[in-house]
């Protein structure tokens, strides 16, 4: 063999090594946490809420935390969806290749590299100095702060690659750069925007840190912003960190529900993505 | 212009594009219910030219543009214009059918729409008249809610030509439009052209001569960035007073 063809073999061997590790790594995740979980699983973990007892191995169920994340991831991501379609519209279609245009998008990358705990910290200072306690709402607003940078840049990506092609068309009927965004641009890129708004809502449902200390942590379900909420990923450490096998054991089975309600996410986007793909321009 | 009778007025126009000067001093007008050619060899202006008559130039990162375009009188380039009323009456047929993300009916819709009209009712005929007129109404009655992209090439180019019309415009902008399609499509584009001039203004650009010579009226010869000359189609095709239009015509370069 000569050295070319040795190169392309090395290299593209290198290339399928470095799939298989992360698909390895994924599926011994899955693994993991299905096979220590799914013997704890039960109905009354879905539909109950923790018990007098339920830390100590007796009965009960996270339902407290299933809703919790699912009102703040939830909540936040709709928050950051209000923000970010603005930003990601504004720094394309009305500032262009401006200065202003590229330090919005290097202010986004920085934010999107602070450590969520960080987010934490932040907002609860300002809690202490608003004398606010931990509280869905403070819990939403930190996820926000967190997931914006992430939703933004994706969504920004998607309207980047917007054909100039197809904002001419809009603009020769007399649009106004507003509708253009609004009617045109939004509609080719919404395939897109579903993907970034799941990935903003993968990102906060998963995170323990940044409302660790914002949101608090109860055994009942909220009935308001005001009330402090459960998450899954503080159930999970919370139950892990107990002396109790059967209590560490509920922690892989709340991973796993964790698990479930992304992986059926991504399902409902995926499906609906190829509907909505359905109209737009290559 | 003799015998016509001039709906646009263009006035030592000068449009440069960063440092380089792509349009140098063009004055020429355009005559009102004809067909005018652009023609000229590649990256001799001919889309800018088109493209300031609408402002789409605007669109352009870095474009500078002195002088005046009068449309019927008044000057498109003055701050106090509304430049979607200028682009609602310059509808524009671009090189490459560009539908926009949406339906059939959207489409055509769509212009209608951001200009006020409501009325369903109103839009559906609206949304027909226009497709009868760019004969694409038979192929797609049954299925407007289909996406655009769906249609071949040759009908998208319809499409687009019917929702040019759907925002009723006084004059038809259209570059190289038959450029992207195949020989029976590009027929029937240019049989429409031929049918709209007698309601629309249309201004095409073309470096096909023999499609010029087919269509126009009325030519305008652009020669890197200048203009060389112009005048009702037959005389510059059969008698050009320049020497440059008499080698272009005749084959010389292109």
């Known amino acids: 063999m000569n050295k070319r063809k040795l190169e392309e073999a090395f ?196 995170d323990a840190a940044s409302v660790l200390f914002t949101a608090g942590y109860t055994d009942s379900v909220p009935t308001s912003l005001f009330d402090p909420v459960a998450t899954l990923p503080l159930a999970v450490f919370f139950q892990l960190g107990t002396p109790i096998p059967e209590v560490q054991q509920r922690a892989y089975a709340s991973g796993v529900i964790l698990l479930v309600l992304v992986l059926l996410l991504s399902i409902v986007s995926r499906l609906s993505t190829r509907k909505l793909m359905k109209y737009v321009i290559k | 212009m003799g015998m016509f009778k001039p709906q646009i007025s263009i006035q030592k126009l000068n449009v440069f594009y960063r440092e380089r000067h792509v349009l140098k001093d ?7 219910k004809r067909i005018t050619a652009i023609i000229g060899p590649s990256g001799c202006g001919k889309t800018t030219l088109l493209k300031s008559l609408n402002r789409l130039t605007d669109l352009v990162e870095g474009v500078k543009v002195s002088g005046n375009v009068l449309v019927d009188g008044v000057n498109i380039f003055n701050n106090r214009i509304d430049v979607t009323d200028i682009r609602k009456k310059m509808g524009l047929i671009a090189q490459m059918p560009n539908p926009l993300p949406m339906s059939i009916y959207d489409n055509i819709a769509y212009g209608p729409r951001i200009h006020g009209v409501k009325d369903k009712k109103l839009l559906g005929q609206v949304v027909e008249h226009c497709l009868l007129a760019a004969s694409l109404w038979d192929e797609v009655k049954d299925r407007l809610k289909e996406p655009a992209s769906k249609l071949s090439v040759g009908q998208q180019q319809r499409l687009c030509l019917a929702r040019a019309l759907a925002v009723q415009p006084e004059c038809l902008l259209c570059d190289e439009p038959t450029s992207a399609l195949d020989p029976v499509s590009a027929q029937y584009i240019e049989k429409q052209l031929l049918d709209l001039k007698k309601d629309y203004t249309i201004v095409f650009v073309t470096h096909v001569l023999r499609q010029a010579r087919r269509l126009a009226d009325y030519v305008i010869f652009l020669y890197l960035g200048e203009l060389i000359e112009q005048g009702p189609a037959e005389k510059v095709f059969t008698q050009p007073s320049n020497p440059r239009t008499k080698a272009y015509i005749e084959g010389m370069f292109g």
Request: net charge positive; aromatic share 10%.
């Open chain 2, 26 to 32: 063009i004055t020429a007008d355009i005559p009102e």
């Open chain 1, 11 to 206: 290299f593209k061997g290198l290339m399928l090594l470095s799939i298989s590790i992360v698909v390895g790594s994924l599926l011994a995740v899955f693994a993991v946490v299905i096979l220590k979980g799914l013997p704890a699983l039960s109905l009354s973990m879905l539909t109950q809420t923790p018990r007098g007892g339920y830390y100590l191995g007796k009965e009960g169920g996270i339902l407290n935390a299933i809703i919790g994340s699912l009102y703040l991831a939830g909540g936040a991501t709709a928050l950051a969806f209000l923000l970010s379609l603005p930003i990601a519209l504004y720094i394309n279609e009305y500032a262009g290749k401006s200065r202003f245009a590229s330090f919005t998008r290097l202010s986004l990358d920085v934010s999107w590299g602070i450590p969520s705990i960080a987010y934490g910290a932040f907002a609860f200072i300002i809690m202490l100095y608003l004398g606010a306690r931990a509280s869905l709402l403070w819990g939403i607003i930190t996820v926000t702060l967190l997931v914006l940078p992430i939703m933004t840049r994706a969504i920004d990506e998607v309207i980047k690659m917007f054909p100039f092609k197809l904002r001419e068309a809009s603009y020769a009927l007399g649009s106004t750069r507003l509708e253009t965004a609004l009617k045109v641009v939004t509609r080719q890129a919404l395939p897109g925007i579903l993907t970034a708004v799941l990935l903003a809502f993968g990102r906060g449902i998963g």
